[in-house]
């Protein structure tokens, strides 16, 4: 993949992170504060209305401006008390209907910070916030006021507006507000950083993957290359004598035959392969009877091993149907037990064992051939990789059967290792399990 395609696209992340942590620490906080914008005055709203629909508190308060006495109170008042709000903060204040303060007398020197208390009659019944500017301090003071319209009672107040202060709370708001603000520049600060890290991480499976395809593109034509070159130094050959038999022209003309097979097998190798790689190999399950299934499986590889002179056993304890693709793990035991006859030599044996173990069945392909270092057991399942090359040659691999073989287990939601078999050689391992629908 081009380097600068790839900053572009790594640059492109880290923007998309960056813009998805911005809009969500947005949200959050627009949403914080208008709950505890709710949450902070409900209180205050809720006694403000309680205050208004207190037909006795408003009337004492009429009785207070008429008496001018700013303590008097109804003679069971104090019975009442304990069923009202705290009214500790709040200011009641008796209107003409000019709009003049009637209770001035009542409010002491609280009169000097209400002087410029708008009038208006615009929300009646419904709680208000105000906004009063003191002309002593020089500073706002913050309300919430309800004004409610009296009906006719003998006296000249023809509405009562209650007044809480909400100073505090809208201090408090402020700095919560600060605060929040503060804490999302720095979380958000933060979430760069870590948008830098996701980009980052996000562009690790995407150059992987490339870089995967593109070894693979380049294997796939290396050893495309080598029976081609045959094939066409083969040909070539034959038009240079023209006048030759059939016969004659026999060995290039089988060897042409040979690598054009062996072209044949790769090129469906590697369809299979790339069908895997799209999640397009489909699988077609059918309950077998794996005792039967493998003891017709082996029978070729059973005369070819005594025509190598080499031992082939077989432990085939496997009684319980099985819900496998017939064909696919056909080919996952050949692909095994060819690899088990190509890289044993005469003597060496080769046993095969089929059973079932709880609800999976076990199969093992063993040989007392060569041991397979440790290094290599890591790999001896990826696509193109041979211990040897040069014996790979001489057996006609070209390292993709292990690939495919472990490929179609996956495939069949089981597993495949391989193992050191003591003293020496190899065991590879399937597990695959038997119940109908197993769980992905």
Known sequence: MDREKTKQQS??????????????????????????????????DLSLMQMAQDKDRLEMEINRYQ????????????????????????QFILWSKDGK???????????????????????????????????QSNSEMSFHSIM???????????YIQILTNTDQIAASMKNFQ??????????????????????????????????????????????????????????????????????EES???????????????LTSDLLTIARSDANEMVLDKKEIQPKEFIAELVKPFHEIAEMDEKQFLLKNEADRPVLVDPQKIHQVLVILLDNALKYTKTGDAITMISKINNDHWLIEVQNTGPSIPDGDKKRVFERFYREDASRSKETGGYGLGLAIAKQIILEHRGKISVHDLAPHGVVFQISLPIKKNPKK
């Open 251 to 265: 060995e290039s003309i089988a060897q042409a035959l040979t690598e054009t097979r062996r072209l044949t097998g």
């Open 67 to 90: 008496f001018n006495n700013p303590i008097w109170s109804a003679p069971d008042a104090n019975d009442r008390m304990d069923a009202r709000p705290n009214e500790f903060n709040s």
């Open 101 to 135: 303060i009637l209770n001035q007398s009542l409010l002491g020197g609280r009169l000097n910070q209400l002087s410029n208390l708008p009038f208006s009659t615009d929300n009646i019944s419904k709680i208000v916030s105000i906004n009063i500017s003191s002309t």
């Open 11 to 44: 640059r492109r992340f880290f923007f998309w992170n960056v813009g998805a942590f911005a809009v969500i620490f947005l949200l959050l906080g627009m949403i914080i504060l208008q709950l505890l914008q709710i949450s902070a005055y409900r209180q205050t």
């Open 148 to 158: 409610v319209r009296v009906k006719d009672t003998g006296s000249n107040v023809a």
């Open 178 to 247: 600060q605060i929040l603000i503060i804490c999302m520049l720095v979380f958000w600060l933060l979430s760069i950083a870590l948008s830098y890290s996701l980009s980052r991480m996000s562009m690790k499976p995407i150059l992987k993957s490339w870089r995967k395809q593109q070894e693979f593109v380049e294997n796939a034509s290396h050893e495309l290359r080598t029976p081609l070159t045959i094939i066409q130094n083969n040909l070539q050959k034959l038009f240079t004598k023209p006048n030759n038999t059939i016969i």
